[in-house]
Structures are given as structure tokens and as C-alpha cells.
């Protein structure tokens, strides 16, 4: 076997290892059952994974975990404790630090105050200007892209299987630009039929095959929102983008899925400090 197929047959393994913690996230996960179902050493597993995806696994699962959680505590009237249950904290306490740790705020705090909250007041006011919004051009791109069905919360589920898929083939580049791309409104059907694509722009030589999917960015003109926080408080974004910010700007959207392009690393900063923007298309003036 040579080094590209041997790469690839860790690849693989390390994606069983995070489709099985993606789909048992609020289960008890035991690290010796996850090195079986990498068929790699109890040994040396872990630390195979922490050098190839850039974190511990225990990072992994602490990160998306209270990810989750940030969403129940944005999105739902779940109380805290049951949120810290499900979370896999024993202690709420234990969830309050962790939680603060990752959000720079306590689960209270950051339900009563967060970004979210401030979205849906400025929405709720009608106040069109309360954030930053560009309309600009955008040059077309061609991208790699992987499909991902489900919760738009987890496409960094198919934007993990991307970056290892296009390191396999030596084709990622230096600098990759992060993008997700979403086709069906959030509200309309039910989460776990919700279609998004986590891409990357590729250069026109590289040759896109499956699993790959090739996907043309539309170039044209667009609205940027320019968002800073967590993923779980974006939904109240998107409702004041397009309650409130849209239907005063005098621009109508053009027939083009919004795509959202990542501009840090969740592995890297603190959720709070993430930074996203959301691109609408719009009609261009005639």
C-alpha cells in the first residue's frame, strides 16, 4: 500500500470515529470503544487523531458538545440543568465553568444576553441599521464541495470530511477558504432533512471527483453580513437580515442559495470570538 492509500485509510477511520460521535454525541463515549471503531491501537489512536485533525478527540467532543447545548440555550425553553444533563455534565456547576470557558459567559447570561438576543430586539424594533451590512460584488469561484444532511449546527461535520479528503489528494490549499453553503430554509421542513454543502475554492486544475461534489459560487452582486459569535445564535441573524434589514434596503434576493463563508477556526479562538459572513444574492438594479 502506498502513502496516499495509507493517509487515506487513516482518513477513513478517523471519520467512522466522528460519524459515531456526531450520531451519539449525548451518549456515554468510551475512547476504548472509539479506537475500535477506528481498528487502530488503544495506544496510540488519539494521539493519531489529535495530529492529523489538529485537536484531541477529547476537544472534539467537548466543543461540539457545548455547541449543542449554546443552541438549546438560544433556541429553546429547555432548562439549564436538563441542557447541562444532556450535555454530559453531571454537575451543572461543572457545565456553568466549562460553558464560560467556551463562551466567555455563564448559560444564564448568555440565554438572557447573548447575540441572539440582540438580533431578535433589533428585529423586533424593525431597526434595519443595528448592523454592519455590505452590498458588493462577488467574483464567481469554483469550489470542492461534500454534502452534508441535517442540522446546519453540524456542517463542520462535512467540512472535516472536506479538508481530508483534499489533503489525501494533495490538493488543499496553503490558505483554504472555509464556505458553507445552504439550500433549504431552516423553518420549513424538518431539521433532519436539511440540505447544506461545506466547500472550499479549489484552483482549476485540481480534479474534482467523488465524493467531491464540483460547486459553482455565483458570482454577482450580494449583501454581507458581518457576524461575530457563536453558530447557535445565527439563526436570530438571518431573521433580522432578512426581516429586517432586506425589506428596507430596497434590494429584492436573487434566486441563489446564501452561503456563509468561516473566517477563524472553531479549534482556534473562543465561540464568542468567531467570525462569519453571511452572503445574500440580490438582483442586480436594471
Same mark, same amino acid.
Given at each position: 500500500?502506498?502513502?496516499?492509500?495509507?493517509?487515506?485509510?487513516?482518513?477513513?477511520?478517523?471519520?467512522?470515529?466522528?460519524?459515531?460521535?456526531?450520531?451519539?454525541?449525548?451518549? +456515554?463515549?468510551?475512547? +476504548?470503544?472509539?479506537?475500535?471503531?477506528?481498528?487502530?491501537?488503544?495506544?496510540?489512536?488519539? @494521539?493519531?487523531?489529535?495530529?492529523?485533525?489538529?485537536? /484531541?478527540?477529547?476537544?472534539?467532543?467537548?466543543?461540539?458538545?457545548?455547541?449543542?447545548?449554546?443552541?438549546?440555550?438560544?433556541?429553546?425553553?429547555?432548562?439549564?440543568?436538563?441542557?447541562?444533563?444532556?450535555?454530559?455534565?453531571?454537575?451543572?456547576?461543572?457545565?456553568? @465553568?466549562?460553558?464560560?470557558?467556551? *463562551?466567555? $459567559?455563564?448559560?444564564?447570561?448568555?440565554?438572557?444576553?447573548? /447575540?441572539?438576543?440582540?438580533?431578535?430586539?433589533?428585529?423586533?424594533?424593525?431597526?434595519?441599521?443595528?448592523?454592519?451590512?455590505?452590498?458588493?460584488?462577488?467574483?464567481?469561484?469554483?469550489?470542492?464541495?461534500?454534502?452534508? /444532511?441535517?442540522?446546519?449546527?453540524?456542517?463542520?461535520?462535512?467540512?472535516?470530511?472536506?479538508? =481530508?479528503?483534499? =489533503? $489525501?489528494?494533495? =490538493?488543499?490549499? %496553503?490558505?483554504?477558504?472555509?464556505?458553507?453553503? *445552504?439550500?433549504?430554509?431552516?423553518?420549513?421542513?424538518?431539521?433532519?432533512?436539511?440540505?447544506? @454543502?461545506?466547500?472550499?475554492?479549489?484552483?482549476?486544475?485540481?480534479?474534482?471527483? %467523488?465524493?467531491?461534489?464540483?460547486?459553482?459560487?455565483?458570482?454577482?452582486?450580494?449583501?454581507?453580513?458581518?457576524? $461575530?459569535?457563536?453558530? =447557535?445564535?445565527?439563526?436570530?441573524?438571518?431573521?433580522?437580515?432578512?426581516?429586517?434589514?432586506?425589506?428596507?434596503?430596497?434590494?429584492?434576493? +436573487?434566486?441563489?442559495?446564501?452561503?456563509?463563508?468561516?473566517?477563524?477556526?472553531? @479549534?482556534?479562538?473562543?465561540?464568542?470570538?468567531?467570525? /462569519?459572513?453571511?452572503?445574500?444574492?440580490?438582483?442586480?438594479?436594471?
Amino acid at each position: 500500500m502506498h502513502k496516499g492509500q495509507t493517509r487515506e485509510s487513516y482518513n477513513e477511520r478517523l471519520n467512522r470515529v466522528l460519524d459515531y460521535v456526531y450520531a451519539h454525541l449525548e451518549d +456515554d463515549l468510551s475512547f +476504548d470503544m472509539l479506537a475500535d471503531i477506528a481498528c487502530l491501537s488503544p495506544y496510540h489512536w488519539s @494521539r493519531i487523531y489529535s495530529a492529523m485533525r489538529g485537536e /484531541t478527540i477529547a476537544a472534539t467532543i467537548r466543543r461540539l458538545r457545548l455547541q449543542r447545548a449554546a443552541d438549546r440555550l438560544a433556541n429553546s425553553d429547555l432548562d439549564i440543568e436538563a441542557i447541562a444533563a444532556r450535555a454530559g455534565y453531571s454537575s451543572t456547576d461543572t457545565f456553568r @465553568r466549562a460553558f464560560k470557558d467556551s *463562551f466567555g $459567559t455563564s448559560p444564564a447570561a448568555y440565554r438572557e444576553k447573548g /447575540t441572539h438576543a440582540v438580533f431578535r430586539a433589533a428585529n423586533a424594533a424593525g431597526d434595519a441599521n443595528g448592523f454592519p451590512v455590505a452590498v458588493e460584488n462577488v467574483p464567481e469561484r469554483r469550489c470542492a464541495g461534500i454534502d452534508h /444532511t441535517g442540522s446546519y449546527m453540524e456542517i463542520d461535520h462535512a467540512m472535516g470530511r472536506l479538508f =481530508a479528503e483534499l =489533503a $489525501t489528494r494533495n =490538493a488543499l490549499p %496553503a490558505q483554504p477558504a472555509m464556505i458553507g453553503v *445552504f439550500f433549504d430554509d431552516p423553518d420549513l421542513g424538518p431539521e433532519q432533512d436539511l440540505w447544506s @454543502r461545506a466547500c472550499l475554492p479549489v484552483a482549476d486544475a485540481v480534479a474534482i471527483e %467523488a465524493p467531491l461534489v464540483e460547486t459553482t459560487l455565483r458570482g454577482g452582486l450580494y449583501a454581507r453580513l458581518s457576524y $461575530t459569535g457563536p453558530y =447557535a445564535n445565527m439563526r436570530a441573524a438571518y431573521r433580522w437580515f432578512l426581516g429586517a434589514w432586506l425589506p428596507a434596503s430596497g434590494y429584492e434576493p +436573487d434566486d441563489a442559495p446564501i452561503f456563509e463563508a468561516y473566517l477563524n477556526d472553531p @479549534r482556534e479562538v473562543p465561540q464568542n470570538a468567531l467570525r /462569519t459572513d453571511i452572503h445574500l444574492p440580490l438582483k442586480s438594479a436594471s
